[in-house]
């Protein structure tokens, strides 16, 4: 793979980005890091959300952590779009527009006139996506759609961890970063569409069905009549039979994977507590049972020699790191996944790479997460607008 220079997959694709938290932001990412020219609007003075708040309080010289993961390789452009010079100019930029993205709560683009149907009227060929919570036109298409609600709502919590703990989150935004994939993968598809046809069309992503998604494998089980339950003992979910899960070691905790209980049995040497279980049978039915026998007999070993001595048998296992440990496991350093930069306010920063490669070239940083409205003045020279457009639509370009 090659190791250095600008990833060009979608080098002439023009992208206008309303988008804000994490869902939309991440999606234009990743095709801006594929080379699409990315023009986030932003509102002046305060700029998008994600300016604003940061998770852990990880402000870095004042610049928010979280803008900061998730905004490389674009351009900021600052209007009030509740401004008639402001609007006037967002819609000419959607006039010129490969694709609009956008994530505000259904209808605020509608009101804006920057919605779907105003934006093909004068741009036929345009790809709109639209990210939300629950959908454009869902009953629930007014409340708030975050990720710790759709886990809530779709399932997720309550089918995570054991009975005793109650519906336990997932430790990461897992919905919206999914969503985001989602998206991204969504507006490709409609370009390739677009580039065989000549046809524009709209996408919709939701958080919802992002969260469905991700529980694929459980909801069909679901949906053809597997009675799923929480498991009493720390297995990893629903639906796998033992001994499938984390394991307290004496000295930390060691996953254990899909693997026969006769073929476990052989490791610990034969354990006859264990004998009961060996038929694969029952490795699902009495899985709680199963689990409360491996525990005591799992942290008489350190988890560096159990790693060992399960890996030897072939058997599917894995030590469980802490954010620390993982930067230092050979196979996650072996990626290469930091990119590390220096920004104007921040200083030193560290993020994540783009997390796909490409034989045509690596993607990498080719511009910084922008200040606010970096790029007003040159988008909107881009986009045909006189000095005194410029001037009426955005005061502080033409300062």
């Known amino acids: 793979m090659p190791d250095g220079g600008e990833l060009k997959l979608l080098d002439g694709i023009r992208i206008v980005a309303f988008s804000q938290f994490l869902m939309g ?37 004042g610049v928010s952590a979280f803008f900061l993961l998730a905004n490389r390789n674009l351009r900021s452009v600052a209007l009030d779009l ?40 004068s741009n036929p060929g345009v790809v709109y996506a639209s990210g939300s919570g629950y959908g454009s036109d869902s009953p629930y298409r007014h409340l708030p759609g975050q990720d710790l609600l759709i886990q809530a709502i779709s399932g997720l919590a309550a ?8 519906p336990t989150v997932a430790g990461a935004a897992v919905v919206d970063q999914h969503s985001a994939s989602l998206l991204a993968m969504g507006i490709l598809g409609a370009l390739v569409h677009r580039a065989r046809t000549g046809e524009g069309q709209r996408v919709e992503v939701t958080l919802m069905q992002g969260a469905l998604d991700l529980q694929m494998e459980p909801v069909v089980y679901h949906l053809n009549g597997a009675q799923l339950e929480r498991p009493h003992s720390q297995l990893a979910d629903t639906f796998h039979a033992a001994p499938y899960g984390l394991y307290a070691t004496a000295d930390g905790h060691v996953a254990i994977s899909m693997t026969p209980i006769a073929t476990l049995s052989e490791v610990l040497g034969h354990p ?25 007999l799992i942290r008489q070993g350190t988890t560096a020699e159990w790693v060992t001595r399960l ?23 072996f990626l290469d996944p930091v990119l590390e930069f220096e920004h104007r306010e921040a200083g030193t ?37 006189s000095p005194a457009e410029i001037a009426a639509a955005a005061p502080e370009a033409s300062a």
């Not at 058997?315 to 790191?321: D, G, L, M, Q």
Request: glycine residues 8%; charged residues 30%; proline residues 6%.
């Open 25 to 61: 932001p991440v999606a234009c990412q990743y095709l801006a890091d594929m080379g699409a020219d990315v023009i986030k609007v932003e509102q002046p003075g305060r700029g998008a959300w994600e300016r604003s708040w940061a998770g852990a309080d990880t402000f870095i010289n």
């Open 82 to 121: 509740k401004d008639p010079a402001g609007l006037a100019a967002a819609r000419r930029l959607v006039d010129g527009a490969d694709v609009v993205v956008e994530n505000f709560r259904p209808g605020v683009m509608d009101r804006l006139g920057l919605g779907y149907e105003h934006v093909r009227e």
């Open 159 to 166: 089918n995570t961890g054991t009975a005793e703990q109650g």
């Open 272 to 296: 006859e507590e264990l004998e009961p279980y060996q038929d694969p049978a029952v490795a699902y039915t009495h899985r709680d049972e199963i689990r409360r026998v491996l525990d005591p």
């Open 311 to 333: 890996r030897e048998r072939a058997i599917w296992c894995a030590p469980v790191n802490d954010l620390a440990a993982t930067f230092e496991d050979e196979a996650v350093r």
């Open 349 to 385: 920063v560290r993020v994540l790479q783009h997390p796909v490669r490409y034989s045509s070239g690596r993607a990498g940083l080719t511009r910084q997460p922008p200040s606010l409205g970096e790029h007003t003045r040159e988008v909107l020279e881009e986009v045909g607008c």
